[in-house]
């Protein structure tokens, strides 16, 4: 045992008591103690361009220090700076859809003409990828809840010269139901008004790209199963409940942030509508 206890210039003995003082950001909310005041209070303003600090104690009073050293922060010594600048995230350059992103603009007032789709899940995935580039140009998106009325939608929207219809056919193929219905209209007395194009996927989810979803393919389901039911069940997705079919769409909508995880199939007949009703 050491009679005389230990060197006592071992070690750091410049150290100080409470260690050394350390660089630390004057961001709102920290709670300081400045030294030479013992002045307490919480961080609620800097002004750098005087190289300051103002702080509010429990009273609601406050007072401004200079920023640097003679502060502690949960009693060890710190050197107050001022909060690093967090630079604003960079707007994007282009859209979902791929063209030039305009900021800050206002939305046109909608024009007369109008985009049709057969359903709510078209409308919500062309709102999402094209969503910038309608209100850019003014254009409404509205869904029909089937095709089978068109004729009878049309007839009371009266298609005209400067009110023009664009729509938009699931399953547009030879031979269908919906090639027959658009082939009518076409011939008929809104035909140089009205602009009907297609896809030849059974349901708007077929124009995500599949492996968007973990999938080589989309599955073929037979004739006599619901098409979104059996894939559904091919993803092992509750299907029960329309609410079950709701979320197995989010699902795949939450999959889409742009236009390159759509088929170029549904991506030229959508663009081909807007130029159509914008003309």
Known sequence: MDRYGTDVLSGDWRKPKRGRAVETPADPGIVVEEVTTDWCGEVVAVDRDINTVTLE????????????????????????????????????????????????????????????VEGRHDAELVEKVWGDDLRIEGVVVEYLGGVDDLAGHLADFRPGTDRRVGVLVDHLVAGSKESRIAGDIARG???????IVGHPFIDVWQAVKPDRLGLRAWPTIPRDIEWKKGVCRHLGWPCDEQADIARAWKTILGRVQSYDDLEPALLGRVEELIDFVTA
Do not use: N
Not at 61 to 74: A, I, N, Q, S
Not at 189 to 195: K, R, T, W
């Open 189 to 195: 007395p809104y035909g140089d008004s009205v602009l």
């Open 57 to 116: 104690d429990r009273r609601g009073k406050r007072r401004t220090f200079e920023l640097g050293p003679g502060f502690l922060l949960e009693g060890k010594p710190v050197i107050l700076t001022a909060p690093v600048r967090v630079a604003a995230p960079k707007k994007p350059t282009r859209t979902a859809s791929g063209s030039i992103a305009v900021h800050d603009a206002r939305a046109r007032v909608a024009r007369p003409s109008r985009i049709f």
